[in-house]
């Protein structure tokens, strides 16, 4: 008979799962990956089920990390909902498995681990390929993922200025209003984005909102949405420019609209730069193309877990 599951909710899963820890075991778990051992880890490419009547999408994204004991899934559901709508787009659970037997050992929220692994990974994008000297920071979008971005990147970089814009103008507002630093709401994704150092896309888009002629040369750009294949958010124009990395080429090429449309070549996965095989190449346009990865999700439950255990 196996001990029952530990049941942890959005409020518990946010309050073990701190930045300071989930970084550096993401940057191991990354670089881990890209040594693509398959006795070490093993994650395939998400499952998709499109929900076509509800312009939803059902994830499952499982992964083994052997010399961890991690044996993890994350089931997630991402919905283009009406402007205004209450409901979160994004909504996931995440189990966790003894490795040894089978059994489930933890049921969480998984909200709040994609809200904060993105924002961890997107963070080390940045850390990796922001130009020196980084003054502004913009945020296209208000949603779970631009709060996640901002509390980390505001947290880990000395940014002067901080930019919003958002589809509606009230709800830059309403994002702005929640925080404790100063932000500045523009009215346009343009205003936004000139002169940025660092950009985040992290919206719901379908079509191209960032335009390659409006960004600045040098800059880094963490792109976080648009994760079906015919998809985008970024333009041909700084796709082609950019030098594109990826958290996982498999990922990329099966689900990535703005790199399959625009025809843009991956450079590196961001683990391949964490393991020294590729450089970073901060003095050039970046874009890091964010698809989000179940050994990302495996990482931040594990922590949770280890959190909770050390506490009961
Ligand atoms: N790369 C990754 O690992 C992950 C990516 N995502 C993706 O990130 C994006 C943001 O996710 P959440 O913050 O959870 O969603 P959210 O619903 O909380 O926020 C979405 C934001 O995008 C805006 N938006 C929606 N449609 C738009 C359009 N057509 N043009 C411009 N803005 C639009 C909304 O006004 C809102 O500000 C989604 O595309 C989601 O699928 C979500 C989780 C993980
Ligand atoms: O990695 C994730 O989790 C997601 N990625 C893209 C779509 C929403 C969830």
């Known amino acids: 008979m196996t001990e029952s599951a530990v049941l942890l909710n959005k409020h518990e899963v946010e309050r ?13 778990v990354l670089g ?3 040594k693509r051992d ?22 499952v994204m499982p992964a083994y990390l052997a010399a961890e004991g991690i044996l993890c899934t994350k089931m997630v559901t991402f919905y283009q909902r009406a402007e205004g709508s209450s409901l979160p787009s994004t909504q996931a659970t995440v189990l966790l498995f003894d490795p040894e037997h089978g059994h489930v050992t933890a049921i969480m929220d998984g ?11 997107s963070a080390i994008s940045t850390k990796l390929f922001m130009p020196a000297l980084s003054k502004v920071l913009c945020i296209l979008g208000s949603g779970q993922q631009a709060r996640s971005h901002y509390d980390v990147f505001t947290k880990l970089f000395k940014f002067k200025e901080v930019r919003v814009w958002s589809r ?7 994002f702005v209003n929640d925080l404790q630093g100063p932000v500045r709401v523009c009215s346009s994704v343009k205003e936004a984005v000139m002169g940025a150092d660092v950009i985040v896309t992290a919206t719901g888009a379908s079509e191209p909102i960032l335009f390659g002629e409006w960004v600045k040369s040098g800059a880094h750009v963490a792109a976080v949405g648009a994760c079906r294949p015919d998809w985008r958010e970024l333009d041909d124009v700084l796709m082609r420019e950019a030098v594109v990395y990826v958290d996982s080429r498999e990922g990329g090429t099966a689900e990535s609209g703005d790199i399959v449309l625009s025809g843009a070549q991956v450079f590196a996965e961001l683990g391949e730069v964490i393991n020294g095989s590729f450089p970073a190449q901060r003095e050039k346009t970046t874009v890091f193309k964010s698809l989000g990865m179940g050994i990302q999700d495996a990482v931040s439950a594990k922590l949770v877990l280890e959190k909770w255990n050390s506490e009961h």
């Open 38 to 59: 398959s006795s070490e880890i093993i994650q395939p490419v998400r499952s998709v089920v499109p929900i076509q009547q509800h312009n939803g999408f059902l994830g």
């Open 111 to 121: 909200e709040a681990i994609t809200a904060k692994r993105t924002a961890a990974v």
């Open 32 to 34: 881990k990956f890209s």
């Open 168 to 174: 509606r103008r009230e709800m830059a507002h309403r």
């Open 16 to 28: 073990y799962l701190s930045y300071e820890d989930l970084i550096p075991r993401l940057e191991s």
